[in-house]
């Protein structure tokens, strides 16, 4: 009973293992308590081409998840004759879809990514890159207004879209270990047209942007407006809202 129902964004973050050195997030939410057990209420769908669309491209698993009432997992697994591809370049035509339900993605599951290590600057190897084709499109991350969705973003590198995270609603959302704007393996990654991440009126819960531990920072570099933007009016008490460690 206390799996996957903690205490969501402890004071500066969670820590990022349990007491016996195991990821201290396994699931939707980290266990109460000082163990983070096997159990998690999530299952999983895998992104496994660089494809716009179509089955097994990050478009198709996003609308999936969509469309189920239980929390998702989106994890990538992309190869090219059986090997692991790294960078992964997910090349967007048109903005993904809005997302409405309860979605982890999480780009460190593409094999080769690593977390960043260190204390003064962001060495994390992201292997799965999410950029606009050419030019910019509007939106990369979105959670609509009134909508009950929320999306933990991890391991990605992100450029190309005017607003690349954008949360509008939505209750425990979570911005970690990811990059925006700048390059990755010589890719270009356009800075944010407008702010890089937008938390809105209607985001409230447990809203966490990087963390104490060093693999949950984010980097944000090339933004025309705002690293990051909370809205005057959108959660903001120490427990409920943390913009933690993060390089910008």
């Not at 266990?31 to 209420?41: F, I, L, M, N, Q």
């Not at 260190?118 to 050419?134: E, H, R, T």
């Not at 356009?190 to 966490?208: D, E, K, Q, W």
């Amino acid at each position: 009973p206390a799996a996957n129902l903690g205490p969501g964004s402890t004071a500066r973050g969670r820590p990022a293992t349990e007491i016996e050195g195991k990821a201290r997030l396994n699931g939707s939410e980290q266990d109460r308590g000082a163990y983070e057990s096997p159990v998690t209420d999530q299952s999983t769908l895998f992104v496994t081409k660089t494809a716009d669309s179509g089955p097994g491209s990050l478009r198709d698993a996003i609308l999936i998840a969509n469309g189920n009432s239980s929390p998702k997992l989106i994890k990538f697994d992309i190869r090219v004759g059986g090997v692991p591809l790294c960078p992964a370049v997910i090349a967007l035509n048109s903005v993904l879809p809005q997302i409405t339900g309860s979605v982890t993605i999480d780009g460190y599951t593409q094999e080769g990514s690593t977390l960043n290590t260190s204390p003064g600057a962001f060495n994390a190897n992201l292997c799965v890159i999410v950029k606009a084709a050419s030019g910019a499109l509007p939106y990369g991350f979105w959670v609509p207004a009134n909508s009950a969705g929320s999306v933990v973003l991890r391991g990605l590198a992100v450029g190309g879209f005017s607003q690349p995270v954008h949360i509008l609603s939505g209750q425990g959302s979570q911005i970690i270990g990811n990059q925006f704007g700048g390059t990755s393996h010589g890719v270009d990654l356009l800075g944010a047209g407008l702010s890089a991440i937008v938390f809105g009126a209607g985001a409230t819960g447990h809203i966490l942007v990087g963390g104490s531990a060093l693999g949950d920072r984010n980097v944000i570099g090339g933004a025309s407006g705002n690293g990051i933007d909370r809205k005057v009016d959108a959660t903001a008490t120490d427990t409920n809202c943390q913009i933690v460690n993060n390089l910008i």
